[in-house]
């Protein structure tokens, strides 16, 4: 398979879906909200309504990245985002963020959706590796990439400014072994259990030109 094709992906929590120009109305509001801009950098360029239109309608037309809308699988609700990109094919690595709205927090659907998409990066588009870089005062986001796999590679002391102090950046990343390590040990686990498991940086070619992410910084 390839980033060409934009997969609809389904789990007990959430519904992953290719974005049209529609959820540009939602995806506005969710980027206003404080929280998320307030684990988000600074943006050089202007965001409009009509610049978000134009880029979620043509996000299904990019054959180098894959951006998926989070939707509550109970009520189809658009809460927030997933996205593959800056892919690598000779390294088979993907750069990943996410976003996640007010209104689907607190239910384990970020770190579902997180899931369905990595998983999908590694079993159907092969990818080695995936990685992404947070903010490290976005504790909840590193927890949820730790569930998921992550592991830490490094920090960035002090890279950028805000709001009067210096922060720091965490880099992170899962390999294709390591997940399918993880999903073998998850799906023992889930046998024995009579149950089963729960289901970055700035992106230049965004319009905001921004991580857009409340759980990925």
Not at 3 to 20: E, H, I
Not at 101 to 117: C, F, K, N, V, W
Request: hydrophobic share 35%; proline share 5%; net charge negative.
């Amino acid at each position: 398979m390839s980033f060409s094709v934009k997969p609809t992906l389904t789990g007990d929590r959430t519904v992953l879906r290719p974005f049209t120009e529609a959820d540009a109305e939602g995806m506005w509001e969710i980027i206003g909200d404080p929280e998320v801009q307030s684990f988000t950098g600074d943006s050089p360029n202007e965001l409009t309504p009509q610049r978000l239109r134009s880029w979620y309608g043509t996000r299904s037309d990019q054959p180098d990245r894959l951006d998926l809308a989070v939707t509550d699988r109970a009520t189809g609700e658009l809460v927030g985002e997933v996205v593959l990109y800056e892919w690598d094919p000779d390294a088979r690595s993907c750069t990943f963020r996410t976003l996640i709205g007010p209104r689907g927090r607190g239910r384990g659907l970020g770190t579902e959706a997180t899931r369905l998409i990595v998983g999908h990066g590694f079993e159907q588009l092969a990818l080695h590796r995936i990685q992404l870089e947070a903010y490290a005062y976005n504790l909840r986001a590193l927890h949820v990439y730790e569930k998921v796999g992550f592991v830490v590679e490094g920090v960035r002391r002090e890279i950028e400014l805000r709001d009067g102090e210096w922060v720091d950046e965490v880099l992170m990343a899962l390999l294709d072994h390591q997940w399918a390590a993880l999903n073998s040990t998850d799906l023992n686990s889930a046998d024995l259990n009579s149950g089963s498991p729960s289901s970055t940086h700035p992106d230049s070619t965004h319009p905001d030109s921004r991580d857009l992410s409340s759980t990925a910084r």
